[in-house]
């Protein structure tokens, strides 16, 4: 096999980067990955005979036959989805308890789910937190489809789900009973090993020691490390914490010389090498960048090395996990590997780890960008400082350690990781913010990576890569400044957030939306929550390449916005915050605003928002009852807008019976009294878009009336965000 495979007639990078836009082509339907895998197939006809050539052909008919099968089977999954279930089998090492919520993976007739549970005592939380063994659990509970993406660039649950095989969630409303089970499927036994592993340290090791021992070790971090792991991801190192190549050395050579100084000969020792990395990769959760830096271990040791090896690595991974290219972790990971392929064979020691943080940091920035939209330029010097703690200190540190720990645990040296914390927060407190690049667009990113390339082939000759360089410098501005004027109302959950930008780089902002009210619990309870800002506003603003708001306006008095607002001052820069005179008068919500230095000042009846080459004009700042509640309106290009806050349109219609517009964005509270009829009634807008609250139910009996009416109706919670986009016209589009 491994002379066939080496007297292959092409190179097989060439033939790996074929398979792999073919294997875009086909996974995500995307017509650039079609161009490319043809473009590809057209070059391999000019440099190779018609012999060489059908060769390829065939290999690529294979592997395409056989992406097409997982694709279809994934397909058939997705929809022949199972009504109910009454018993699932957990899965140990997927336990995560948070306060009083438990989540775990479970299989099911052969079917593997994402399963929730809200504990009923702190004894059943302590018993699960506990729980190591594979365990039957009878129960009652409810199916449903994953959530989709709510917003443009944010986090797609249900796909991310779908690439590790899951295509239902289940919601467990009672569990009648708990049965220990016994299985002859090694990755249910390997789960239930590592679990064994995660829980000794935690019993044993006090935090923060623990968290560094299980992140580093088992590839596991608990949600207690939740402030840490912001701080890292915010510094750009929580990289160090993904098990790949140094750990995979460290433990494959650690284990190698152990059993060569008990006599065992190198042959004999290269085929137990396979049962060690099955073992070592199921008690790191098969992560992607182990079982990537697994296979190119194994390759080696059979003699390819390079690009070869590289290339077959890719050719396994679309064979023995189809998946692996669809998630960003595999993505990163294979990409990292290839950068330090093509520039060398890693250099051990320091020098190895100045040049390889360099490559982490820059070499892979089209795909960090794609990904994350953003780069902290201090991750370049910190990589190369913690990656020489965290691999030469503290993984053989704590590997000693839990070793020793099955004999006697030595937990003295929490000091160390005490220590450590401290360092990184206050190294974060010293650092600015990250660079803001924007997320790329597919063709933007694919011409990136291109010309990156070309750089590196022509480094040499500097006019030649001064001009490439300056084009990749174009690619990375106009991701950063879309030339293009913007309207998106967010998909929030609980209150809204607008976001409006011209093409002069003009930047306002309506509202951040409205933390989550959460009921009063006991201490057991009480969990990690990520805000909605984090997780839906963020994300987009930074997607967009914003890194600064020129005006945020707090169309309400809602204290609600407070901490959304406090966790958007740290992300981007504020120009001013413009409140209503009765923001002003609390005193709490203000102390908050000057402790942060952010620039707060009132906004009035008749004051303009310039933007769009036009302005947004205040018409209202307060409702029937005299509470704050700012209403805006303005010919916006070719149209005009109306934006309403918690306002009656009664009292609204009152003021201003003549006023109509073209499109009305309005907040579901603001019909909580009575339904949106009147608002369609009134002003005869053309479009309405309404952002919804999760929890609160809408009322849909105007639907026919507001088709009568001619008015098209977007609500956040079917649409997810809306997006006003053009140049002279609006165009709009929706996340669904």
Known sequence: MSQWISRFPIPKIYLSFLLLWLYYAIFSASFLALLGFVFLLVCLFFHFPWKIVTKVLLVCGLFGSWFLFQKWQQEKASHHLVNSVATVRILPDTIKVNGDSLSFRG???????????????????????QLTNLFDVTLEGKLSIPQEAKNFAGFDYRNYLKTQGIYQTLTISKIHSMKEASSWDIGENLSSLRRKAVVW???????????????????????????????????????????????????????????????????????????????????????????????????????????????????????VMPNFFLTAGGVLSCAYAFILTMTGEEVAGIKGLVRESFIISLGILPILSFYFSEFQPWSILLTFVFSFLFDMVLLPLLSILFCLSW??????????FEWLENIIRYVSQLSTRPFVFGQPSLWVLVFLLISLAIVYDYRKNLKKTQIIALFVLALFLVTKHPLENEITVLDMEQGRSIFLRDMTGKTILLDVGEKLAVEKKEAWQEKVITSNAKRSLIPYLKSRGVAKIDQLVLTTSQP??????????????????????????????????????LKVRPIKTGEQLFIFGSSLEVIENQNSDSKASIVMYGKLLNQTFLVTGNIEEKFLNKSYPKIQADVVLTHQQA?????????????????????VDKKKKFKEKNGEINQELGNSIYKTDQKGAIRFKGWSAWQIETVR
């Open 407 to 416: 004999i006697y645990p030595i937990p003295q040296f929490n000091f160390l």
């Open 560 to 597: 609600k916005q407070l901490d959304h607002l406090l966790e958007i001052s740290k992300s981007f820069n504020l120009g001013e915050i413009l409140v209503t005179e009765e923001t002003l008068s609390k005193r709490e919500f203000m102390d908050k605003l000057k402790e942060s230095n």
């Open 107 to 129: 299989k099911a007739e052969g079917r593997l789910f994402q399963v929730y549970y809200k504990l009923e005592s702190e004894s059943e939380k302590e018993e699960f937190q």
């Open 201 to 319: 340290i935690k019993r044993n090791f006090p935090a923060p020691m623990s968290n560094y021992m299980t992140g580093l070790l088992l590839g596991h971090l608990d949600s207690d490390f939740e402030e840490m792991n912001e701080l890292y991801s915010s510094l750009g190192i929580i990289h160090l914490f993904a098990l790949s190549g140094m750990q995979v050395g460290f433990f494959m050579n650690a284990f190698k010389k152990f059993f060569l100084r008990l006599g065992m000969s190198q042959e004999n020792l290269k085929w137990l090498v396979y049962p060690f990395s099955l073992v070592y990769s199921g008690l790191t959760g098969f992560s992607a960048s182990v079982i990537r830096s697994l296979l190119q271990k194994l390759l080696a040791q059979h003699g390819f090395k390079g690009l070869d090896n590289f290339a077959l690595t890719v050719l396994v991974l679309f064979i």
């Open 671 to 691: 019909s909580k009294k009575k339904t949106d009829v009147k608002v369609f009634e009134i002003f005869q807008p053309k479009i309405t878009v309404i952002s």
